[in-house]
C-alpha cells in the first residue's frame, strides 16, 4: 500500500506534470487560420475604374459561380428568336440585343452564358482602343478549364462587323467557346475572317462600353493562359484597373428602373 504521505507527494507530482502539459501546449500549437469570409474574398471595388482605383480582391471560390458551368454538355438550350443581356459593369449598365437568325450557333452558346452567369465578375481583359473589347475568360479556374475545348462550328458571316456589334473570338475555323468581343469602331475587315455578329449594344450603352480601361494596351496587357490558370486574382494584382463585369443577366421582360449608363467626365489616363 501508498502511505498517505507518499500518495500526497505523487498528487502533487501528478498536478504539477498536467500543469506544464498545458503551457507546453499553449505555447507550442500554432494558431489556426480562418478562411476569408465571403464579404473579405468578395470585396467590391471601390470608386470608379481609372480615378484613383485601389486593387479589387478576387471573387471568392466555388461557392459564388452556378455548379452547371462545370458541365457544359449539358447547357445546350436553345435561344430564343430575339433576346436581350443586360450587363452590370463597374463602368456603368448597357444592353446587348441579340438577333438568333444572325448567327444561330453564336446566339445559343451566347444565351447558355449567360443564362448561368458565366461572365459575372469577368474582366474586361483586352481594350484595344480603336479596335475591340474583349472578355470571356471566367473569374474562376475550374470553370475555365470546363470549357476547354467546347468549341462549335462557324456561323455564316450575315452582319458586317459595326461599332457596337457582338462577336465571339476564335483561334481559327471552328474554335469558337467563350470569348466575344464588342467593336469600338466598324471592322468590316474582320467580316471575311469568319467573325460572325450575333447582337448588338442598345441606344448609347456605347458610352459605357466606350469607357472601359485600355491604357495597358495589346502588348503590355495580361498573359490569356495565366489568367485561366489563376483567374480573378491575377488581373486583380497586375492590371488592377481593368473594369469587371459584375454581372450579365438575361431580360425575360423590361426592368422596371433601368439604371442609366453612367459616363465619366473624362477618359482614365
Do not use: C
Not at 461557392?63 to 456603368?92: H, I, W
Amino acid at each position: 500500500m501508498i502511505s498517505s504521505h507518499k500518495a500526497g507527494k505523487v498528487a502533487v507530482a501528478v498536478l504539477v506534470f498536467a500543469t506544464l502539459l498545458v503551457a507546453i501546449s499553449a505555447t507550442a500549437a500554432p494558431a489556426r487560420a480562418q478562411a476569408p469570409s465571403a464579404a473579405q474574398s468578395a470585396a467590391p471595388k471601390s470608386g470608379a475604374a481609372g480615378q484613383g482605383t485601389t486593387a479589387k480582391k478576387g471573387p471568392s471560390p466555388a461557392s459564388s459561380y452556378d455548379r452547371a458551368l462545370l458541365r457544359p454538355a449539358l447547357l445546350k438550350d436553345k435561344a430564343p428568336a430575339q433576346y436581350k443581356v443586360r450587363f452590370v459593369t463597374t463602368r456603368g449598365d448597357f444592353t446587348i440585343d441579340v438577333t438568333r437568325s444572325w448567327a444561330p450557333l453564336g446566339a445559343d452558346r451566347f444565351y447558355n452564358l449567360v443564362k448561368h452567369h458565366f461572365f459575372d465578375n469577368a474582366s474586361v481583359f483586352r481594350v484595344v482602343p480603336n479596335f475591340v473589347a474583349q472578355f470571356g475568360i471566367s473569374a474562376y479556374p475550374a470553370v475555365t478549364t470546363a470549357w476547354r475545348g467546347t468549341d462549335i462550328k462557324d456561323d455564316p458571316v450575315t452582319q458586317t462587323n459595326k461599332k457596337g456589334y457582338i462577336t465571339f473570338a476564335t483561334a481559327g475555323p471552328n474554335t469558337r467557346t467563350t470569348q466575344v468581343f464588342i467593336n469600338l469602331v466598324d471592322n468590316a475587315r474582320l467580316d471575311k475572317m469568319g467573325f460572325a455578329p450575333f447582337g448588338a449594344v442598345e441606344g448609347d450603352g456605347m458610352k459605357v462600353v466606350e469607357m472601359f480601361y485600355d491604357q495597358y494596351g495589346d502588348t503590355a496587357g495580361p498573359d490569356q493562359g495565366k489568367v485561366e490558370k489563376q483567374g480573378k486574382p491575377y488581373l486583380d494584382k497586375g492590371w488592377p484597373k481593368l473594369d469587371t463585369i459584375k454581372s450579365a443577366t438575361l431580360l425575360t421582360s423590361p426592368p422596371a428602373a433601368a439604371s442609366k449608363p453612367a459616363t465619366p467626365a473624362k477618359k482614365p489616363q
